[in-house]
């Protein structure tokens, strides 16, 4: 049987999303919103959520993608 290489790329980023000029407008309520919206972003580019996070005025994002090659 051929020698098959195979390589394995892990990208982990970290995004943070800003509300425009700062403003503390995220509350709790819109932010389980966004943070759901994200997730399901992240699901349709096939990548791992890590975690999703933020406060009034920002949002983190860690997330993984995986590939092989």
Not at 16 to 26: A, D, H, V, Y
Not at 30 to 36: C, G, Q, S
Not at 52 to 66: P, Q, R, S, Y
């Amino acid at each position: 049987m051929p020698f098959m290489p195979r390589s394995l790329h892990i990208l982990s980023a970290h995004i943070i999303f800003s509300t425009k000029e700062r403003q503390p407008w995220l509350t709790p309520k819109i932010r389980d919103r966004v943070w759901a919206y994200q997730s399901r972003i992240l699901q349709n580019l096939q990548c791992n959520a890590i975690t999703i996070g933020g406060v009034a005025d920002h949002v983190h994002n860690l997330t993984k993608k995986i590939s092989n090659g």
